[in-house]
């Protein structure tokens, strides 16, 4: 029902208000008051009032007092005024209306003018009230909402989480979202797009969510929402698709991705805001995973982050106390067996936990920026560990620094270890510095600038942890360093992957044409360093030879290897030559040539090499086939290994008798390289052999580059 207006009526004359009350009392709740002073206690006692009806002419306060003394008060202000005047008032009109009141209306009263004249004058105040609380509610409205999305705001959120928890009758969960490198979005489509993107977002989440669950935007490209876990459970199929990016209403032509971070409503009287919080730790965690799109929170996830808070607090205290050491790792020669260099590694020697690797604190100083402290401290460890050295007299060899790419674009740094080596009295080659490969996709102007001006200093760069990017090959054109560092995953994958051993070789042939030397990281077993010693790695580094070990470890190995000029036993890494031939005489001939420079495998006739051939095919470098062979002969070894993709790439060099030049042209055709005849001139065959050796060497590393252009070429 209509609630009924009220109306006060304010007059020293009974009979006059007699008559008002007459003409509306059907319409109106009435208060009367005799004069001014009585209606002012009225309104100030509480009674609310739409409009007045005022009498000019009154003892205690009058009219034009009353007035002027409702429009000052801001509760009254904006009640109407309809003012009662003799007929021939004109002046006391205008000092009415001056004085803020809406109309008057005339004595004797005419009843119909009277109606007419109340009714405009409420039609106002009714529109007037109208609009005020239509104003009250698009304020509220507008405190309430994220003025981008239409979303609730925080605080609003806040309130309403908490209602929707509290009423919910299962367990709720609270997720965040988070659009990945939404700035990039901003920088190619301009902030006018980016808006838009943020509204579809928002959308895409209430239309998810429909009525199970309400939601907010907390900052630019953050979302939050509630729910119950059963709903959430539901949807997450969809949510994953938005996720992806595989679900965007998108404007703009660009996968979007987004991370999420859910938290558990344990205990539904925490405070919401700290509920978002640990979702947001959960998101923390996945934040730069790529295949990982959503998180839980966990108590285990709360105990690890206030660990690291706890180790960021204490790392500048730790260094002053000395906690900090570094250790060596020793990189070895693949030839001699001997250290020629070695990489410092830092450590934590943590009074309570122990030993922490860099692995875990290492990320935490880069993001509070010890890290240029730090590695500045490794720095003058290890000048310091070469001075020591030299002042013995004793041989040194370069030891590699880890520099932070956070460092590494700083000119400051530079200059620093410049400075310091000076103090040291050291040649920049008594150092070298790695930079990992992933410095590359943050900024690879900066990246190339620095190396260059590291490299006009004399320092060598390593590349670091090279092939676990996504852009490693991009970058060897780029980049002028000088020793790749080859990352530990190819490593492992080493005895499950042909795909792995294939990459491997043509990493290693391709900084070989690049001039540039190879160390492989993470080599722990025999097979695995006699694989990379034929493939023709540089260097290796790994628990196979030593693990990092302290300063002390590492000048009794140096010292060790120097006095008994020891070279510990190798592994036989020399290439691999097939001879097949069902005459011994003829096989030994060839065999005695090679045996000083190859590892000689022999086989008496087709069938018996091609069993060698599938196990050793890694390692062979020549078949030398005699074409007249009893079972599978020349001919028939050559059509059978073409059949095999593996082994198609393995020169064969045919011998035959002399005088077999339709032989000579069936083997030939058949794709042997050569052709050497019996009886042997032991010049040319060797010259032969030699030619073929190279030319398939060179033609292999054309190959291995083309595939491997191919390889990332397929994976980008
Ligand atoms: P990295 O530079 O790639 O160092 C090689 C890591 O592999 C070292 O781990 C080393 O101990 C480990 N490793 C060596 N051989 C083997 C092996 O055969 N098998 C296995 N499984 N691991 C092996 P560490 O010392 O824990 O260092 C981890 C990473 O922390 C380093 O990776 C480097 O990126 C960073 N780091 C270490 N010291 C420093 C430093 O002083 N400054 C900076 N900025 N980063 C450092
Ligand atoms: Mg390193
Ligand atoms: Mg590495």
Redesign the pocket.
Known sequence: MEQMLTMMIVDDRSIDRAILRGIFLSEYNIVEAGDGDEALKLLKSGVHVDIILLDIFMPKMNGFDFLRTIKKEEAFKDIAVVVNTESDDEDNEVEALELGADDFITKPYNQRIVKKRISNVVNKVIFTQVKMSYQTDTLRFVTQRDVLTGLYNRESFYKEAREFISGADSTCVIAVWNVDRFKVVNELFGSRLGDQVLRNIAHELVDLLKDNGICTRTEADSFVFCTTRKYLEEIMPKIDRVLTGQDHRSPIDYTLQLHMGIYEVIDPDMPVYLMCDRADMALQTIKDSYLVRSAYYSEKLKEDILNEQELVIEMEQALNNKQFF??F?PIVDTKTGLTVSA?????WKHPIKGII???IF?PL??KNGF?AV??L??CEEVCKFQREQLDKGVRIVPIS????R??FYRTEFSVKIKEMLDRYKLEPTCIKL?I?EGAYQDNPKYMAQAIKDFKASSFQILM??FGSGYSSLNMLKDFNVDIL?I??KF??DLETSERADNILYSIIQMARALNMGTVA????TKAQYELLASMGCDCI????FS??ISKEEFTSRLEFERERNCVPELPDVRRTILIVDDQKIDRKIISHMMQEEYHVLEATNGEEAFELLKNNFNSISLIIADIHMPKMNGLMLLEKKAEYLYLKEIPVIMITSSGERECEEQALERGALEIITKPYDSNLVRKRISNVLKLSETGNMMRQIQRLHEIYQEEQ
């Open positions: 570094v250790v790792q990489e410092a590694l830092i450590r690797n860099p692995g290492v100083c880069e890290i730090l590695d401290y490794v620094i880890n520099i932070s956070i460092n790695e990992t670091d942890d560092k990352d530990m490593i492992d990281e993470g080599v722990e580094q790994g628990y196979y693990k990092p």
